[in-house]
């Protein structure tokens, strides 16, 4: 039986990119950055695109968004003081969940050092219970849609 490796995407394959630089606190011992902060910039830049749009108000909103699946694959190393671009699609979009794929890019790079994803599930705050995402968040979603 023949694997099929899984190649990196590049950037073009993400509709939205965002910069962050790396913090001297992520590098592990092994001198390059944890996985542990992988997941992290997937959270940071996927909540801060719902902030920016006014789909997600984490203090007050009625509605909130949980992580209910995370996966990543590692393609290459990366550190401090790396300057890491994360490219944002969303990849399915159902009534009340949506898939996030993130790239992560280090420096200039072409190819993703790190590819990962998460579901999110939007909820009611009180009831815990998931809700139909409304049109105007959906909107936003849509927007950066786009399928491998």
Same mark, same amino acid.
């Given at each position: 039986?023949?694997?099929?490796?899984?190649?990196?995407?590049?950037?073009?394959?993400?509709?939205?990119?965002?910069?962050?630089?790396?913090?001297?606190?992520?590098?592990?011992?092994?001198? *390059?950055? &944890? &996985?542990?902060?992988?997941? =992290?910039?997937?959270?940071?830049?996927? &909540? $801060?695109?719902?902030?920016?749009?006014?789909?997600?108000?984490? *203090?007050?909103?009625?509605?909130?968004?949980?992580?209910?699946?995370?996966?990543?694959?590692?393609?290459?190393?990366?550190?401090?003081?790396?300057?890491?671009? $994360?490219?944002?699609?969303?990849?399915?979009?159902?009534?009340? =969940?949506?898939?996030?794929?993130?790239?992560?890019?280090?420096?200039?790079?072409?190819?993703?050092? $790190?590819?990962?994803?998460?579901? *999110?599930?939007?909820?009611?705050?009180?009831?815990?219970?998931?809700?139909?995402?409304?049109?105007?968040?959906? =909107?936003?979603?849509? =927007?950066?849609?786009?399928?491998?």
């Amino acid at each position: 039986m023949t694997s099929i490796r899984p190649v990196p995407s590049d950037r073009s394959d993400y509709p939205l990119l965002r910069t962050i630089p790396t913090r001297w606190s992520d590098n592990d011992i092994y001198g *390059h950055m &944890n &996985n542990v902060v992988h997941y =992290s910039l997937f959270d940071t830049v996927v &909540n $801060a695109f719902l902030m920016e749009r006014g789909v997600l108000d984490p *203090h007050g909103g009625d509605q909130v968004f949980l992580v209910v699946e995370t996966g990543c694959r590692y393609f290459g190393e990366m550190a401090f003081p790396d300057l890491i671009t $994360a490219g944002i699609r969303v990849a399915r979009l159902g009534t009340s =969940s949506v898939r996030y794929e993130i790239g992560l890019f280090r420096n200039e790079e072409a190819a993703t050092s $790190a590819e990962g994803f998460f579901v *999110h599930v939007n909820i009611d705050r009180r009831t815990r219970r998931p809700m139909p995402i409304a049109d105007t968040p959906r =909107s936003v979603l849509e =927007s950066i849609f786009r399928t491998t």
